[in-house]
């Protein structure tokens, strides 16, 4: 219940115009902290909704893989630099990404403790190389992407992904190199 109140709340904050257009006027705030806080949001409100419609989430996402599939469908079209500058501009692109995120919240804390140990392997593995190519599309680029957003703002974004890149590396090898066997009995 507390959770629920904590994404309502955090809902509730990111909506807010002055909070929402300080966050939207910078391209790594943008992408690197207003979306993961929707999803984050999503995520909190989720427990709620999970146990409220059980019925609906034990048949339509039983082993995980349907509501990753949309999770994985919504996040890259996030990653777009084109969605994130249509957001800016077009208020429908902007409704859809405040409805979208929190979705992509909710189907990730429903579906990510039945996935299979392989399947969140793929996940993630899919992630750290999606990150690694939006790091050196933005940093390398040489052109201007979006066209709401300064070339320099693009090429910290692209350094934002280079650091969360190297973070899910580091997360992989400290993963592969530690002791799992009291976790498994």
Known sequence: MKQ??????????????????????????????QLPLLILAGWFIGDR???KFH?????????GVPGMIFVVFITMYWMLPRALDEAVTMYYIELFKFISLPLVGLFLKDSWKKMQTLGKGFIFLNYLSMFALMAWLYIDSPIQICNNYLETQQKFLGWGFLVITIWMILY????VFTDHSEKAE
């Open 172 to 175: 992989l090898l400290q993963a």
């Open 55 to 63: 019925p609906f989430f034990t048949a339509w996402n039983t082993d």
């Open 49 to 51: 909704l999970i146990k």
């Open 4 to 33: 629920t109140g904590l994404g309502i709340i955090l809902y509730g904050i990111l909506v807010v115009p002055p909070v929402k257009a300080y966050l939207e006027s910078i391209m790594l705030l943008h992408m690197l902290v």
